[in-house]
């Protein structure tokens, strides 16, 4: 297939209108309709490109087909440059594909940020997860100066506003309002462990619809956490996604846990990589069973993977853990992917 | 100075305390200053609410002062100035993913909070200030908006 004979009747021609929007629902999109229907969904990462190419992006995202509901495209993650999210969600969904566009605080104003959430829904993005935003010293320009206009609750609470009362944070009315499922992001794992599910209950009231959380390494913290999010009534308010991680090695998962910020991995995850014959088949394996573990947990709505620099085992993961039975999430049908190459 | 700024955490009740106590006196004395004198004594008071607050806050003076709903601590002082925090980089010892020679802003938050009389006010979400105020008293401004109110 080639970039003139898409078929439209199945994409659309214009991407702000990908399915009907069903009753009840914010957005249009597939990933709200997986999470409300009731399923266990799945989420993953894609690491957007060093690129002007949208190939690139394709491919990437096609190592991903049949195991994730949606995919979330990374803000310049690590404060590090990369192609931006709302440009990589541009491209997934002239495909069809779910992208969840990520917003950080950290580069963007709110007047910005407000004209980027309606580019986005105009181009057929149907989810969008609020974040703070690492600093920009964690990156490779640590000279940049860093905007933290908004923080994520604030973020959550502007997009609400757009989409809800159909207005800028101005005031002024927008025509068209974006309709964005609007998610937020919540680390259990790090101080203040006690007040985490507090501050789950204010990304919750501040407009946050589904959660997706930091790397999962520690079953009784969660166990706590998710405990108290049930007996403040939250599970029953937002579906929560918890996050999981690939680690290829015990090297790295060290290496992880010193230098990635918020990342916490107990030492018997990391024996268990020391002591493996295969590390890296061991890594795949904790994965797994976490997510069945995760499915097991009264309140989660899901698992996020994420598998940096290891983007060819999610699928395997996923597979592994079984955790989605018999469903088999959309995929768009296999393309030559030469859509847009510039030669 | 940030050992104070510790020791404001560490006794927020006592300082919830006095500032529940001073406060209507300060704001009555504000707007008898303000009616009298207009804007004249804008410069020497701000300058006062600096030096005083940030003695025992590092105040930043960002003008939308939120410290009764913050257990105390200044969240200013967070490398992102995170209104709602904390973020999801705090270290496993309590520092921050940024400075990690500072105990995180609002790890201190939420500790100075469980300690106050109105401690759940942390609960409530705060909207991102307004960048017109920086360097503004809140102080005068919820003065004049007192007065405002009563006119």
Same mark, same amino acid.
């Given at each position: 297939m080639s970039s003139t004979d898409i078929d439209v009747g199945k994409v659309?021609?214009?991407?702000?209108?990908p399915l009907p929007r069903l009753e009840g629902?914010?957005?249009?999109g597939r990933f709200e309709r997986v999470l409300k229907a009731g399923h266990f969904a799945v989420t993953t990462e894609i690491a957007p490109p060093?690129?002007?190419?949208?190939d690139e992006v394709l491919v990437r995202a096609a190592m991903f087909d049949g195991y994730v509901d949606a995919i979330n495209a990374t803000d310049?993650?690590?404060a590090h440059c990369h192609m931006s999210s709302l440009a990589v969600c541009a491209i997934l969904t002239r495909l069809g594909y779910s992208p969840i566009l990520q917003i950080s605080c950290?580069?963007?104003?709110r007047i910005s940020i407000q004209g980027d959430t309606l580019g986005a829904a105009a181009l057929g993005v149907c989810n969008v997860l609020c974040l703070t935003g690492?600093?920009?010293?964690?990156?490779?320009?640590?000279e940049a100066k860093p905007v933290f206009d908004l923080d994520s609750i604030s973020l959550a609470q502007t997009i609400r506003t757009m989409r809800d009362?159909?207005?800028?944070?101005?005031g002024r009315k927008l025509?068209?309002?974006?309709?964005l499922f609007i998610g937020s992001s919540i680390n259990p794992?790090?101080?203040p462990i006690e007040n985490r599910a507090d501050q789950l209950a204010k990304k919750i009231a501040s407009g946050a619809e589904y959660i997706q959380s930091q790397y999962c390494f520690d079953m009784p913290v969660l166990k706590d956490f998710m405990s108290r999010a049930r007996d403040l009534g939250l599970t029953e308010e937002a579906f929560i996604i918890i996050g999981v991680g690939v680690l290829p090695s015990a090297k790295t998962a060290k290496w992880m846990r010193s230098n990635v910020p918020g990342v916490h991995i107990p030492d018997d995850i990391i024996r268990r990589l020391e002591q493996a014959e295969k590390p890296k088949l061991e890594g795949r394996k904790i994965c797994a069973e976490i997510m069945q573990q995760l499915k097991e947990?009264?309140?989660?709505?899901g698992a996020h993977v994420m598998a940096y620099r290891?983007?060819?085992?999610v699928g395997d993961v996923v597979k592994r853990s079984?955790?989605?039975?018999?469903r088999k999430p959309w995929a768009p049908e296999k393309t030559d992917t030469t859509i847009g190459t510039v030669s | 100075m940030y050992s104070v700024r510790l020791f404001a955490v560490r006794h927020s009740r006592f300082f919830e305390a006095l500032y529940n106590f001073v406060n209507p006196a300060i704001l009555a004395t504000l707007r008898g200053i303000t009616r009298v004198f207009g804007k004249k004594l804008d410069a020497p008071i701000t300058a006062a609410e600096a030096g005083l607050k940030g003695l025992l806050?590092?105040?930043?003076?960002?003008?939308?002062?939120a410290l009764s709903k913050t257990g105390m601590s200044?969240?200013?002082?967070c490398p992102k100035t995170i209104? /709602? $925090?904390? &973020?999801?980089?705090?270290?496993? /010892? $309590?520092? &921050?993913?940024?400075?990690?020679?500072?105990?995180?802003v609002w790890v201190a938050a939420w500790d100075g909070a469980s300690r106050?009389?109105?401690?759940?006010?942390?609960?409530s979400v705060e909207f991102a200030v307004?960048?017109?105020?920086?360097?503004?008293?809140t102080w005068l401004k919820l003065a004049r908006e007192d007065m405002k109110q009563d006119n």
């Open positions: 659309g021609t214009n991407p702000g209108d629902h914010v957005s249009h060093d690129s002007a190419d949208p310049g993650s690590g950290r580069d963007r104003n690492d600093d920009v010293g964690a990156g490779d320009h640590p009362k159909k207005t800028f944070l101005s025509d068209l309002e974006p309709r794992f790090v101080p947990i009264d309140g989660v709505a290891q983007e060819q085992w079984g955790v989605l039975g018999d | 806050f590092d105040c930043q003076m960002c003008g939308n002062c200044c969240p200013m002082n209104r /709602n $925090g904390p &973020c999801g980089g705090v270290r496993a /010892n $309590g520092m &921050c993913e940024v400075k990690p020679e500072m105990r995180c106050m009389k109105d401690g759940d006010a942390i609960k307004d960048h017109r105020d920086k360097g503004r008293s």
